[in-house]
């Protein structure tokens, strides 16, 4: 799904377009998007727009070429070749380095980096290579450039330690093809005049360098007071639900569990975040079988509340994982135990197994003392509340703002913008979740 949005310099959002994106054979639908980007700015051409924010997920890396892409994009989600990524794994660096764990299909863009290289080689001669966020920089401005929440999302392309190339992006000849780095919030150039008369934008349009989604995502939520500053962990929840941590203090991220889905992001100031991931959304999709929006549209919210209590009395529960190789418990084949027949108590069910993960994953990183959960499972209520059982000794919240991340690229631009509405702290369930949590685990130790 891309999406654009359009903001007042209050903070104010006036639209928001999205577009499914077309499928293009294991590659990113990269012209796709961009017709209906430029034809979406035709359409707010009359509104005065200073600039534009790109914001895309951190795996995926695009190179251009004489003024053109060098080669199609991969989708992440595209199983390589066994043997190209056995072989890519024999150079990769020590997780103690990069803050990366080795992740399935092209999740580590240097795989992919890898197959392209192996597979066509010049195409890779003279190209200028960039992270996918920072190509629609280039796209709108003509000007190259990378940037670091992006290199530093499980790409095995960056050391959050030194904050510079990882030693194998340097061996491969990698580093030397990035495009120089730029600050998520610097200013890369304005709109090329040939798109500002196609789209009707003024040419003084600005165009920043942008950044990763995730981290976004929490550039919009250290404007709350409760998060700035403080021992805070933020969830961002959608297909990845990915939980960051900002510690108080720095933390030694050699500690983390590579293979658990532990990993290193690097905010947009340049610093290590602790993080730790699984596909949530994902695997909610699957266990449903419909719109994952059905477990948090409002109406249905007090009957998926009514239904955890036959789902904890019968303990009937979802084992991990659902989508192989992500996650907390990555190596698992798991499923429904005693799937209900009720519609409700299946999707009250699916939460509550969200939120076992998640409660997983935050141990993992250590998180303590205060969560905001943002992005779309938010509203789920029995999500957020079955978590906050899990975790009483942690204040949760959650935030009435909607668009955090695109909230999180207006920030960039005025750092002074403060969240819409308060944060909502979130109360546990009524119903006492100990039982349940331990006969959770009790039978994932007999698939493991």
Known sequence: MSKLTLWSR????LDRITRANGPADGLLDTAGTADWAIATLKRWSGHPIEYIVPVSHGAAVAGVRDGVPAFASPDYEVALPPEVLSAY?????????????????????????HALEEAAPEAFADTTLMPYAQY??????????????????HSDLWNPAKGEFSAMA????????????????????TLKPGLARETGLPVTTKVLAGLHDSNAALVAARGFPEIAGNEATVLSTGTWFIAMRLPAEPQDFTALREGRDCLVNVDADGQAVPSARFMGGREIETLIEIDTRRVDIKPDQPHLLAAVRGVVQSQAMVLPTLVPGNGPFPACKGGWVDRPDDWYARRAGACIYAALLADVSLDLIGSRDRLLIEGRFAEAEVFVRALASLRPDMTIYTANAHNDVSFGALRLIDPSLQPDGELQRVEPLSEDLTAYKAAWHARIGTIR
């Open 89 to 113: 794994r024999q150079q990769r660096d020590p997780f103690a380095e990069t803050g990366s764990p080795a992740l399935a299909a092209g999740l580590n863009f240097g795989a992919q980096l």
């Open 10 to 13: 209050e903070g104010r959002i």
């Open 136 to 153: 629609w920089a280039w796209l709108l401005t003509g000007m190259a450039t990378s940037e670091v929440t992006s290199l530093g999302c």
């Open 170 to 189: 340097r061996r491969r000849g990698w580093a030397g093809k990035f495009a120089p780095l730029s600050k998520a919030g610097d200013v890369v150039g």
